[in-house]
C-alpha cells in the first residue's frame, strides 16, 4: 500500500476508536489516536470521559515497553489535532513531541479558539512531519456538534417530526401515535446523545410530553419549553453549554426554526402505511437540503436530512 492509502486507513480506525466516547466524551469532542511502527499498530485509545486522559494520552500508555524504542520512528494518527494548551488535562502536542514520534497525521483542525491549528505549528516548530486533513470531512462530520458550537456560537440545531403517509403529523387535530416501538427506542437514543430537547407550549400542554430517555439507555436531554413570552435565546443555550439541540415541535416550532433557516439536521419518520383524512399538514422541507441517510424500519422510513453544504 502507498503512504495515502496507510494514511486514510489508519485515520479510519481512529474515527472507530473515537466513537467510544459518544456518551461521557461530551462536551469535549469525541477523537481517536493510532501509533504505527513498522507497519503495525503498536498503540491505540480515545478520549474516553471528559476530565480525563485524552486520545493521544491513552494511545501512548497501551504502547508495550518492548515497542517503546519504535516510537522514534512511529506515526501517530489523530482525528482531531492535538491540543496545544493546559485545561483538564496538560497539552498533547507537547506530549507528542515529548515522546519524539517522527510523523503526525491529522484528521481535521480543532475550531475550539484555544487550539485552530496552534497544535499543528508547534509540532511543526519542534521539527515534526505533520499531514493534516486526512478523511478531514469524515472527522468534521463525527464531531459536527462541537464544531458548530464553538464556529457559530450556538447548538447544533436537530429538527425531527413523524408523519403519516399523506403528510400530516396529527389527525384532524389530535395526536397521533406514528412511531412503533422500534422506531420510539431509536428516538430514545437519539435523546440520549443530545443535549436538549425543545417543544412549543401548545405541544406540551396538549400532549403532556415526558421528553425522557425511557426506550434506551443514557441521560435525560435537559427540557425546554418555549412561546411568544419565553423565546428561546441561542446565546443562553451557548452559555449554558448546550452543544445540541433537538426541536420536536409542533408544526408552528418546526416551522419557525425552519424559516429562520436555524437547523443543521433535519430527521423524518414517515409511516409508509399510515393515512388520515385530514389534520395539521407536516413541515415542507427546504429546498438546500440533502439525504445523509435513510432506513426503514417496521414500514417506517426514517430520513435524515444535512444541508447542502456544511
Known sequence: MNQTSDDEKYMRRCLQLARGGMQNARPNPMVGAVIVA????????????????HAEVNAFASVKAADEALLAEST???SLEPCSHYGKTPPCADLIIKKGVRRVVVGCIDEFAQVQGRGIRKLQEAGIDVRVGVLEAECRELNRRF?????????YIILKWAQTANGFIDNQGQALAISTPFTQMLSHKLRAEEDAILVGRV??????????????????????????????????????HIQSLIVEGGAKTLQSFLEQDLWDEIRVETALLKTVAGGTPAPQLPAHVRVASSALYDHNQITVYHKEKL
Not at 38 to 53: A, D, N, T
Not at 207 to 225: A, D
Open 203 to 240: 405541544t406540551n400542554e396538549r400532549e403532556h410530553p415526558l421528553l425522557s430517555v425511557r426506550e434506551w439507555w443514557g441521560p435525560n436531554p435537559k427540557r425546554l419549553v418555549v412561546d411568544r413570552q419565553h423565546p428561546l435565546r441561542l446565546q443562553t443555550l451557548h452559555a449554558h
Open 76 to 78: 501517530i494518527y489523530v
Open 38 to 53: 513498522q507497519g503495525r499498530v503498536i498503540g491505540e485509545g480515545y478520549h474516553v470521559r471528559c476530565g480525563e486522559g
Open 147 to 155: 464544531m458548530t458550537y464553538h464556529r457559530l456560537q450556538r447548538p
